[in-house]
């Protein structure tokens, strides 16, 4: 069965990093592109950053370049979100999910995990 | 960016009726080599991740009921479901793969009347 398992979320300053990680599960890891997604109550769904199966390619919202870096140990079949800077309007549930395909583009996620919350908060 | 923009925000449906969902693209999603919209609606119920429910703009994914249809290309798409059931009460999403950075329509809250 694929699974996905967010871990890392919690309570943190603004202005602090965070490190989100994605544990992945039940298939070949590294044929595949993996993203991460958040979603707060205000603005729904926002696709964060998303990295191709053998790490050559990787995209970013363009308000989060700079801030988030996305990276992926194919090794140990995980997913990470280094995140710096935190602002209060990162507060969200952020979500692991697998894309059909290696490739970044043109694939959709089709298996997301149960996500972690990050609270941004003084 | 591309912007997906679904209508209504809301609706409510009784029971065995029509449930229309409907999103607009800002630019174009098709993929004319392969005449392919590369756009995934979710269904997303309440405590849940999103689950797809449709790839390829109409492409029903394994195990979606077929009351569910969806259709549309290059900028404008729906999703019908044909007679509303109870567990059909959820949120509703449209999302372009087409162009980074990848973009979900703000969602329509889909209940029941």
């Known amino acids: 069965e694929v699974q996905l398992v967010e871990s890392g979320g919690g309570v943190v300053q603004p202005g602090r990093s965070l490190t989100l990680s994605c544990a992945a599960s039940?298939?070949?890891?590294?044929?595949?592109?993996m993203h991460w997604v958040r979603q707060t109550p205000g603005k729904g769904l926002e696709w964060v950053s998303g990295?191709?199966?053998?790490?050559?390619?990787?995209g970013y919202v363009d308000s989060l370049k700079g801030r988030f870096t996305i990276s992926r140990d194919n090794a140990k079949n995980s997913l990470y979100l280094q995140m710096s800077s935190l602002r209060d309007d990162d507060t969200a549930l952020y979500y692991c999910?697998?894309?059909?395909?290696?490739?970044?583009?043109?694939?959709?996620?089709?298996?997301w995990g149960k996500g972690t919350t990050v609270t941004v908060s003084s | 960016d591309i912007v997906m923009t679904q209508s209504p925000d809301s609706l409510a449906v009784s029971l065995g009726e029509r449930a229309t969902i409907n999103c607009k693209s800002s630019?174009?999603?098709?993929?004319?080599?392969?005449?392919?919209?590369?756009l995934t609606w979710y269904q997303q119920k309440s405590g849940q991740p999103p689950k797809v429910l449709f790839y390829?703009?109409?492409t029903r994914e394994s195990g979606v009921p077929d009351r569910f249809n969806a259709s549309g290309s290059g900028t404008d798409f729906t999703l019908t479901i044909s007679s509303l059931q109870a567990e059909d009460v959820a949120l509703y999403y449209c999302?372009?793969?087409?162009?980074?950075?990848?973009?979900f329509g703000q969602g329509t809250k889909l209940e029941i009347k």
């Open positions: 999910a697998k894309a059909v395909g290696e490739h970044l583009f043109y694939y959709h996620m089709d298996v």
């Open positions: 039940g298939f070949i890891f590294d044929d595949y592109a």
């Open positions: 990295i191709s199966g053998k790490s050559d390619s990787v």
């Open positions: 630019q174009t999603v098709l993929f004319t080599s392969n005449r392919k919209s590369y």
């Open positions: 390829w703009a109409s």
């Open positions: 999302y372009q793969y087409y162009s980074s950075p990848y973009t």
